[in-house]
Nanobody, 126 residues
Framework: QVELVESGGGQVHPGGSLRLSCAAS????????MGWFRQAPGKEREFVAV????????YYSDSVKGRFTISRDSAKNTLYLQMNSLKPEDTAVYYC???????????????????WGQGTRVTVSS
């Protein structure tokens, strides 16, 4: 079993920054694919970013590219999401997700991930 615990959410003004963390424990693996998804009220859960350890590749949704940065500290088993230039439309509950192996076409699909955190709320408003 794998446990994921997010932290770092909060309320910020438009243009502000936040850094989310996701601490993984349990039967983790250096080959884990770990990513961030978000869900705004009344909307479906959507892909934000993913870090693929086996080839050190990062993928982003078009809506956050250039503003968000995903990174992973393998020694600490922790995934980060640095969010800059936040907009009101970034308001959502952000979830950390992980899975052992995913092919490229599955990375952006939340249904492909087996492990999820409880979520951390991000509110961007003036």
């Amino acid at each position: 079993q794998v446990e994921l615990v997010e932290s770092g959410g909060g309320q910020v003004h438009p243009g502000g920054s936040l850094r989310l963390s996701c601490a993984a424990s349990g039967r983790t693996s250096a080959r884990f694919v770990m990513g961030w998804f978000r869900q705004a009220p009344g909307k479906e859960r959507e892909f934000v970013a993913v870090f693929r350890q086996n080839n050190n590749m990062m993928y982003y949704s078009d809506s956050v590219k250039g503003r968000f940065t995903i990174s992973r500290d393998s020694a600490k088993n922790t995934l980060y999401l640095q969010m800059n230039s936040l907009k009101p439309e970034d308001t959502a509950v952000y979830y950390c997700a992980a899975d052992t192996t995913l092919i490229l076409t599955e990375l952006r699909n939340p249904d492909a991930y087996d492990y999820w955190g409880q979520g951390t709320r991000v509110t961007v408003s003036s």
